[in-house]
Every structure is written in C-alpha cells, then in structure tokens.
C-alpha cells in the first residue's frame, strides 16, 4: 500500500496569511489615501446684480435769455437753456477783471497786498463811468487803499471807476489790460469769451452761458476772490460803507458770484451755491442772462437752484453682507461670497451702475476670510471696489466623509 505523504499545516496557512495580509494593506493604503487625498477647489459661481435705479426731476430753467448750471465736479450736470451764442455779460466782466488783475498781482488769503494811489486819470474814472449811468464810488484826493480794498469796492458794490483803476494799476492802459485779458481767456479755454475792457459798461463784453459757468468755478477756486464774493458787507476807508449788490447772498445756501446790469444785457447773475449731499458738501454754479429785473430773476434762480440740488442723490451699491457669489464643494457645503462693507456714490441724475464679481479659488476658508472684490462701474463716477469675504466657514468634511465617499472631488492636478 502507497505511503500518503502530508503537507505540514504551516504550509497550507501560508498563501492564506500572505492573502490577509496583503488585503489589509490594501485596505490601510486606500483609507490613508482617502484621508489624505486634496480635494480641487470648490466651485464658484457669481450672483446676479440688480442695478439701482435713479431719477431725473426736471430743472426749472427760465424762459428768457441764456441759462447754465453745473455741480462742480459732476460734469454730466451741466445743463443749458436758451441762447448758445455769446451775449453781453455786464458788470460779471469784473469777475475776469479780478482774475486777470491778481493773475498780475497776486494775494493770499489775509494779505493786503500793495497799496494802492489813485492818481488823477484814476480819479476822473468817476465823471467817465458816472456820464455812462454806471455804478461808481467815491474816490477822494490822496486815497490810497490796499489791493484788497480795492478789489473789494470793485466786486461787491460792482463800482466801475474801481475797476478801471485796478486795471490801470496793474497793467498801465486798457489797451495792455484788453491783451491780458485775452491771454488769460485763451489760458483757461474760455473761447467764446471777449473782453475789451474792465467794467462790463462795454455791451461788447461778450459770453456764453457755458463760458460763465466755467468763469464762475475759476472764481471760487480762488480763495481771495471767492472770500471777497461771499462777504455781505464792508467799511472801506473814502468809499464808505459796501454793500454786496447780490441780495441772495447767503439765502438757499448762495455763496455768489456777482451781478450784472446793462440795457443791452438786461439782468444778469453769475452765482453759486453749496448744499450738503451724501454727507460732503457740493457747489452749484449758474448764470442767467438777460433777465428783465433782478427781483424777477433771484426768484427764477432760487427755483433753478432747488432743481439742481434736488437731483443729487445716494445710491447704493451694496449692503454690507450682500451676496455676488456662491461656493460649492463636493461634500455639499455651501458658503456665501458676501461684501465685506457697505458702499455708495453720490451722483447726479440717472446713473448708470454695473458689477463684475471675482472670486478666488479655495477648497477651505474661515468666516470673514477675504476670497475676492466686486467691481462697480458707475456712469460720470470713478470706480469702486469693494472685498469679497466668505459668510461662514468652508471646513474639511472629515475622515468618515472621504472614506464612505472615495476620492470624490479630488483635485486631478495634485493627485
């Protein structure tokens, strides 16, 4: 009988053991990979914008002669009514006489500046001006006055043989006053402006609404002139008492300009005024031409001024916590991208505004960590940016999420 020949036990328990093993390896290797493995990043997606919608209240121009106005520093404010072309602008020529003059000689604010003789052809100004029904003021012998003085009589009681003088002390002649004049139109791009001498008596002093408007902003941008336009009233050694010819002065917040009277002009106003919008103050410049008395006209300014003003507005951008974008990850966690603050505008008028959102890439994130900007374009406005924060926190979803869901959402590029 053959002999049975037996395999010992440890042999058969081998390949079985080995088999285990090699299970359980695969088994520790594919939950460490799982565990470890980096997720891509989460999807983003951006919201819709809605646009805030704004206005425009309909200003109330008059019906006569050449109107003009701008917010300054909103240039799609300018608005305009009546005659384009060049109109005579009275005694609002003594404004570009004071510019011109202290183009010349120059003050600082609280300087006197030089002073001033009026010598005998300044004196006879007086008989000059006063033969033409122009507005004068005394002048007597020996008067000497500072240039600030000087230009105070001339801009506030828009007194004519005040200007002439200025104009002589400056620049010697009329003829030489008339060049400068010129060259300092031309400097500030006044073109349709012409002046041929100081007072404004001259019908052929001539501009445009628009030309004005920009004179009246050159004006206050002057911190002498714009001191001297705003002041009421004044005692002035040999001219007595002055009082501003403007009567709106300091009515609806009017700062200014001056005044102007002529046959061939019929009342004029160059004027401005500041209002408080958006928390920051904003100044209205006008003109009005060829008014037919100065009652009539103020009435037609303070109207004309309400509408401007009232076509300043706040608009908001965002909120702080709006929502431009949304995370999705793969363990369907969600997290808002939300403004980090609020933001707004003031403008003028209708506005119009857009968004562009940018979000970033991320896979986790903490609540209030920044994860991109909103851009907003907003029309006759600089743009604003404001940062993109995640509304709550984007966390690892755990051990037990990557293995029960394997290897989903991986990120390909690092795997």
Request: aromatic content about 6%.
């Given at each position: 009988?053959?002999?049975?020949?037996?395999?010992?036990?440890?042999?058969?328990?081998?390949?079985?053991?080995?088999?285990?093993?090699?299970?359980?390896?695969?088994?520790?290797?594919?939950?460490?990979?799982?565990?470890?493995?980096?997720?891509?990043?989460?999807?983003?997606?951006?919201?819709?914008?809605?646009?805030?919608?704004?206005?425009?209240?309909?200003?109330?121009?008059?019906?006569?002669?050449?109107?003009?106005?701008?917010?300054?520093?909103?240039?799609?404010?300018?608005?305009?009514?009546?005659?384009?072309?060049?109109?005579?602008?009275?005694?609002?020529?003594?404004?570009?006489?004071?510019?011109?003059?202290?183009?010349?000689?120059?003050?600082?604010?609280?300087?006197?500046?030089?002073?001033?003789?009026?010598?005998?052809?300044?004196?006879?100004?007086?008989?000059?001006?006063?033969?033409?029904?122009?507005?004068?003021?005394?002048?007597?012998?020996?008067?000497?006055?500072?240039?600030?003085?000087?230009?105070?009589?001339?801009?506030?009681?828009?007194?004519?043989?005040?200007?002439?003088?200025?104009?002589?002390?400056?620049?010697?002649?009329?003829?030489?006053?008339?060049?400068?004049?010129?060259?300092?139109?031309?400097?500030?791009?006044?073109?349709?402006?012409?002046?041929?001498?100081?007072?404004?008596?001259?019908?052929?002093?001539?501009?445009?609404?628009?030309?004005?408007?920009?004179?009246?902003?050159?004006?206050?941008?002057?911190?002498?002139?714009?001191?001297?336009?705003?002041?009421?009233?004044?005692?002035?050694?040999?001219?007595?008492?002055?009082?501003?010819?403007?009567?709106?002065?300091?009515?609806?917040?009017?700062?200014?300009?001056?005044?102007?009277?002529?046959?061939?002009?019929?009342?004029?106003?160059?004027?401005?005024?500041?209002?408080?919008?958006?928390?920051?103050?904003?100044?209205?410049?006008?003109?009005?031409?060829?008014?037919?008395?100065?009652?009539?006209?103020?009435?037609?300014?303070?109207?004309?001024?309400?509408?401007?003003?009232?076509?300043?507005?706040?608009?908001?951008?965002?909120?702080?916590?709006?929502?431009?974008?949304?995370?999705?990850?793969?363990?369907?966690?969600?997290?808002?991208?939300?403004?980090?603050?609020?933001?707004?505008?003031?403008?003028?008028g209708t506005t119009a505004v857009t968004a562009k959102a940018r979000l970033q890439r991320i896979t986790f994130g903490e609540r209030g960590e920044r994860v991109g900007a909103v851009r907003f374009t907003i029309e006759h406005h600089d743009p604003v940016t404001v940062p993109l924060v995640l509304e709550r926190s984007i966390e690892d979803p755990g051990v037990w999420w990557r293995w029960t869901n394997p290897f989903q959402g991986v990120d390909a590029a690092a795997a």
């Amino acid at each position: 009988m053959p002999r049975v020949v037996r395999s010992p036990r440890s042999a058969v328990r081998r390949p079985l053991t080995i088999g285990v093993v090699v299970v359980l390896l695969l088994a520790v290797g594919y939950l460490v990979a799982a565990a470890v493995v980096p997720f891509a990043p989460a999807s983003a997606t951006t919201a819709r914008y809605v646009s805030p919608t704004s206005t425009l209240p309909e200003l109330r121009f008059p019906g006569y002669g050449a109107t003009a106005v701008q917010a300054t520093g909103f240039p799609e404010s300018l608005r305009t009514s009546g005659d384009t072309d060049p109109r005579s602008i009275a005694s609002i020529t003594k404004v570009v006489t004071a510019l011109v003059v202290l183009d010349e000689k120059p003050l600082e604010v609280g300087q006197a500046g030089p002073s001033i003789r009026f010598d005998a052809e300044m004196q006879a100004l007086y008989a000059t001006y006063l033969a033409k029904n122009g507005e004068v003021a005394p002048m007597p012998d020996g008067l000497r006055l500072s240039e600030y003085q000087t230009m105070q009589v001339m801009l506030m009681k828009s007194a004519n043989n005040y200007a002439g003088s200025l104009a002589l002390w400056a620049f010697g002649s009329m003829g030489a006053y008339e060049r400068a004049a010129a060259a300092w139109l031309d400097e500030h791009d006044l073109d349709h402006t012409t002046i041929h001498e100081p007072t404004g008596l001259d019908p052929a002093n001539r501009s445009t609404a628009t030309d004005l408007v920009r004179l009246g902003q050159l004006a206050l941008a002057d911190p002498v002139v714009k001191e001297i336009v705003g002041t009421k009233q004044v005692t002035v050694p040999g001219a007595g008492a002055i009082e501003n010819s403007n009567k709106l002065l300091g009515m609806d917040g009017i700062e200014g300009i001056k005044t102007g009277t002529l046959d061939e002009a019929g009342a004029c106003l160059l004027f401005a005024a500041t209002y408080e919008r958006g928390g920051r103050p904003v100044t209205v410049v006008g003109v009005m031409l060829g008014g037919v008395d100065h009652d009539a006209l103020d009435v037609d300014v303070q109207r004309l001024l309400r509408s401007v003003a009232d076509n300043f507005q706040v608009v908001t951008l965002t909120h702080a916590g709006q929502t431009f974008g949304t995370f999705s990850t793969p363990w369907r966690d969600e997290a808002d991208a939300v403004a980090a603050e609020p933001a707004e505008v003031l403008v003028w008028g209708t506005t119009a505004v857009t968004a562009k959102a940018r979000l970033q890439r991320i896979t986790f994130g903490e609540r209030g960590e920044r994860v991109g900007a909103v851009r907003f374009t907003i029309e006759h406005h600089d743009p604003v940016t404001v940062p993109l924060v995640l509304e709550r926190s984007i966390e690892d979803p755990g051990v037990w999420w990557r293995w029960t869901n394997p290897f989903q959402g991986v990120d390909a590029a690092a795997a």
